[in-house]
């Protein structure tokens, strides 16, 4: 089978998710997921409560290669040699010709930062055969790769793993902006389903919001590739004050799972603090919900700017623990009261998103809400967004719940979202393709 059609191998290493994904674009304009793999960290950086780089990037040095190995399998159904991890003297001495020696040079430089990855690779693509791997030189037209924003240390593993199979292969390289991955992620749901699917067409102006462990931000879109940041966050980040909350409950990393969850439960023991509230945000007002005993602020939901703070909200929770622990002469809040505070916790970071984004909608006239990162998997937030989109009959774009947190096809679907917009990526030889480096604070 002759395969003409633009396959792009993309990879994510910004944070501590290690992931792969192969996209193929068809003929007629579908796009389908070969393969869509991702290796999360997070029970490793658990104990550290937050993200630790130079583990994440020991993490993504060691898993980058099977991880490769097993998405071309899922792809190209190429067989996952039992070799692979053999030793780079190992590999040598194997019969493979599918890289020569200037390639292995070119490699291992490249790599040399990496640990073992320079011959974890030459080993994979020695060992399997040689038709396996001109099948995958073939079939893939370009790489792209996370160069931002992120921790560096573990961007470098993808950017540079990434330039080792662009000059394995002589394929041209798509640096692709996280963030424009988060906002493309909200297309993916069809290309994911068996067939593959169209990219959804989108009314533009749209507003994204992108709500993250390391980022919220308000994104003005006048059409693909053309955004404009109106906003972000002037100290943590949405998904940092849930991380930071939940080690405040006694709760595990990623925290932000968790407290929804605690704040799920205190809900469906109060239902009518649900409807109450939502009465009221309708009023505009933004009240604690009733019959809750916690009563947090909703940091510069009053500002002129579209501009977010969350770590006043972090403080307050804080020294609402201390007050109430001091009050009832306690070593900790009682399970009831860490499920209220959680659920009023989550109450007003809901109510700042929502105020601004409808504030920054009505400024831009905007026909389209995006919103992408890892906090949208949260069901209360996607709930109440859902609920205002229908209201004022804007159209909401949110990925599903598994795209929501950070993975490879949203970085390749912004590649075919490019090769569409006549973009070519940088081939080998090419100036570009050496600057191509980490940007740790990249923006939009
Ligand atoms: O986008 P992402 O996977 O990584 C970054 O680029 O930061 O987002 C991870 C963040 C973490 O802070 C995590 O606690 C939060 O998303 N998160 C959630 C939920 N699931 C993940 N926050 C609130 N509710 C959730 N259900
Ligand atoms: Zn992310």
Excluded at 110 to 131: G, H, N, P, T, V
Excluded at 249 to 259: A, D, F, K, R, S
């Amino acid at each position: 089978m002759k395969h003409t059609n633009d396959t792009i191998l993309a990879i994510e290493t910004s944070c501590d998710e290690t992931a792969f994904s192969i996209l193929q674009r068809h003929d007629d304009g579908r796009i389908s997921v070969l393969s869509h793999k991702v290796h999360s960290q997070a029970d490793l950086h658990a104990e550290f409560g937050g993200v630790f780089p130079a583990m994440a990037k020991r993490e993504h040095d060691k898993n980058f290669t099977p991880l490769l190995a097993s998405a071309f399998k899922e792809a190209f159904d190429i067989a996952i040699p039992e070799t692979m991890t053999a030793e780079a003297d190992q590999a040598e001495n194997k019969s493979g010709s599918n890289i020569n020696e200037q390639t292995t040079l070119t490699v291992e430089s490249i790599l040399s930062r990496e640990d073992d990855l320079a011959s974890d690779l030459i080993a994979y693509f020695q060992s399997i055969s040689e038709s396996d791997f001109a099948m995958i030189k073939e079939r893939l037209t370009g790489i792209a790769v996370t160069h931002g924003p992120g921790l560096e240390p573990a961007l470098w593993v993808g950017i540079s793993g990434a330039k080792t199979l662009a000059t394995i292969f002589d394929k041209p390289l798509f640096p692709i902006n996280h963030m424009e991955g988060h906002i493309a992620s909200v297309l993916a749901s069809s290309a994911m389903s068996e067939h593959g699917g169209k990219v959804p067409d989108v009314s533009f102006p749209a507003i994204a919001l992108l709500i993250s462990g390391g980022h919220t931000e308000l994104v003005s879109i006048s059409s693909w590739h053309q955004y404009s940041l109106i906003g972000q966050t002037v100290d943590d980040a949405i998904g940092e004050a849930y991380d930071k909350v939940a080690r405040l409950l006694g709760l595990p990393y990623p925290g932000g799972p968790h407290v929804s969850r605690l704040a799920e439960t205190w809900r469906s023991a109060h239902p009518e603090s649900d409807a109450k509230s939502h009465a009221k945000h309708q009023h505009g007002l933004t009240p604690s919900a009733e019959h809750n005993e916690f009563s947090l602020p909703r940091p510069m939901i009053h500002s002129k700017d579209y501009n977010f703070s969350f770590s006043g909200l972090k403080t307050a929770c804080l020294y609402a623990v201390r007050d109430t622990i001091k009050a009832q002469d306690d070593q900790s809040l009682s399970q009831e009261q860490k499920e209220a505070l959680a659920a009023e916790f989550e109450q007003a970071a809901s109510d700042v998103l929502r105020s601004k984004t409808m504030r920054a909608i009505e400024e831009y006239a905007a026909q389209t809400l995006i919103i992408g990162g890892g906090v949208i998997a949260n069901q209360f937030i996607r709930k109440n967004f859902a609920a205002l989109c229908d209201e004022s009959d804007i159209s909401l774009l949110i990925p599903d719940k598994s795209l929501a947190t950070d993975n490879a096809t949203m970085i390749g679907l912004v590649a075919h979202l490019q090769i569409a917009d006549g973009k070519t990526g940088f081939l080998p030889t090419s100036a570009e393709f050496s600057d191509v480096r980490a940007h740790g604070n990249l923006s939009l």
